[in-house]
């Protein structure tokens, strides 16, 4: 088996590149209308069609992982993102780069499975630590990505962002298949599926309800359909999983005390999480004249970058004040410094230095966080059902991105000023949207309160307690 060391490094740079993808178009996205010969509403999607493949395929290629081998589907999601990279990098119309950016988004599934593989191959003593950097990682490839992205597009055709993401995937394709071990766990039966149509009709749903709801009216027929026939379709779905021996998904076991808070804590934190990706970078772009800051996109992504690197740097001693304190004080810390992130926002926003240091505090607290979360699923799920566990974890946090999206761009949108002939946001639209964050790291904390400190694994490999 090759080191340690290497399989860790390998899975870090995959999940890099799997964050990278939600950041590549930001650069680009307020000028994809002119670009791309289209509506404002039509170009949206190049942004949305990533976000609903990401929430649909991870919980199935979770699933996949525990039946097939969690390395194959690893290779099989990079593929499907080198292939959509290179149709994205070849498409001059706006049909090819949605169809392009859905194949991306693919790429999601490969973090929950390298961190259930962590857990296949790694010394139990290296684990938590290695599940810190894979989980970090979600939040630094989108904090790191977000100036590389603007600089080539300040320096190249646009294009060439798919074609620098089509040679990551190859890149990294090939040091998975060279360094990353067989999985040898699997999961018997058969793939459920009913279950997996299920699912992706139920998500889809109201992910397109959430993300479409600003654009097209919260309460227009479209919306309302879209949202209550999505909730319809996951309660049939969740009936029809628990009645069959070998679903999509164990709810029963989703079900448990410390998987069910831990994934609503999820929620929580990526809400947040999102909130200040949305935030912050408008404030430090928008015009001095409309009490922004004026940056250019490059300078504001230098900004908001340290979260990123915080999350980077903290994620070694993550792994190891986990196996001190345990996951469940890391959450809360994590949430913690969202508050106080926050908190310090809405009393210090007049300076750029003082967003610097609140993205800090964004970093720390995203890094406990992220770390917390999949050690609390693993702990409290059976070996065979880590995969799709960690799957549907990273689904809830991909909810809680999504509505942070629609919520925040509904503030921003709402409360604007006409700026030399631009509606900009007003001073309220950021303070509303701090306050939101702050609320949802808040929720995060109570939620996290209540996890229970003995774990199902717990209780059956007395090495695992806290």
């Known amino acids: 088996m090759p080191p340690q060391g290497a399989i860790v490094a390998v899975l870090a740079i995959a999940g890099l590149a799997s964050s990278f993808m939600f950041t590549l178009v930001v650069p680009i996205q307020s000028r994809l209308p002119e670009l791309l010969d289209a509506s404002r509403e039509d170009t949206a999607w190049v942004v949305t069609s990533t976000l609903l493949a990401a929430a649909v395929l991870t919980p199935i290629s979770g699933r996949l992982g525990d039946m097939y081998g969690k390395r194959r589907i690893v290779l099989v999601l990079l593929a499907i993102m080198v292939v959509g990279s290179v149709v994205a990098a070849l498409s001059p119309g706006i049909v090819g780069i949605i169809v392009g950016r859905t194949l991306q988004g693919a790429i999601v599934g490969v973090v929950p499975l390298g961190i259930s593989i962590l857990r296949d191959v790694l010394h139990e003593n290296r684990v938590d630590s290695a599940i810190a950097l894979i989980s970090a990682t979600l939040g630094v490839g989108g904090a790191l990505g977000l100036p590389i992205s603007a600089f080539i597009t300040e320096r190249a055709d646009w294009h060439v962002l798919f074609w620098v993401a089509a040679g990551l995937g190859v890149v990294v394709f090939w040091l998975v298949l060279w360094i990353v071990p067989v999985s040898v766990l699997r999961t018997a039966g058969r793939f459920d599926y009913i279950g997996a149509a299920g699912l992706t009709a139920g998500l889809l749903g109201i992910l397109l309800a959430i993300s479409r709801g600003n654009e097209w009216g919260w309460t227009s027929p479209s919306i309302l359909a879209l949202g209550i026939g999505g909730v319809v379709a996951l309660l049939a779905w969740g009936w029809f999983e628990l009645g069959i021996d070998a679903p999509l998904l164990d709810l029963r076991v989703a079900a448990r005390r410390p998987v069910l808070l831990t994934n609503l804590a999820s929620v929580a934190m990526g809400f947040s999480l999102f909130a200040s990706n949305v935030a912050y970078p408008q404030m430090l772009e928008l015009p001095a004249v409309a009490g922004g800051f004026g940056l250019s996109l490059l300078a504001a992504s230098f900004v908001v970058m340290p979260a990123g690197v915080v999350m980077m740097v903290l994620s070694p001693f993550s792994g190891r004040l986990a196996r001190t304190v345990g996951p469940k004080l890391l959450l809360v810390l994590g949430a913690i410094s969202l508050i106080v992130a926050y908190g310090f926002t809405l009393l210090f926003s007049t300076e750029v230095w003082q967003l610097v240091v609140a993205n800090f505090l964004i970093g720390a607290g995203i890094g406990f966080g992220y770390a917390a979360m999949p050690m609390l699923i693993m702990r409290s799920v059976p070996?065979?059902?880590?995969?799709?566990?960690?799957?549907?974890?990273?689904?809830?946090?991909?909810?809680?991105?999504?509505?942070?999206?629609?919520?925040?761009?509904?503030?921003?949108?709402?409360?604007?000023?006409?700026?030399?002939?631009?509606?900009?946001?007003?001073?309220?639209?950021?303070?509303?949207?701090?306050?939101?964050?702050?609320?949802?790291?808040?929720?995060?904390?109570?939620?996290?309160?209540?996890?229970?400190?003995?774990?199902?694994?717990?209780?059956?490999?007395?090495?695992?307690?806290?």
Do not use: C, K, Y
Request: no cysteine.
């Open 383 to 466: 070996q065979s059902e880590t995969g799709a566990s960690n799957g549907l974890n990273a689904l809830f946090r991909s909810l809680g991105t999504s509505t942070a999206a629609a919520v925040i761009g509904a503030v921003l949108a709402t409360f604007v000023v006409d700026v030399e002939g631009m509606p900009a946001p007003t001073p309220t639209a950021f303070t509303l949207s701090f306050v939101l964050g702050g609320i949802a790291a808040v929720i995060a904390l109570v939620v996290a309160l209540f996890i229970p400190r003995r774990h199902w694994a717990q209780e059956r490999h007395p090495s695992l307690r806290e």
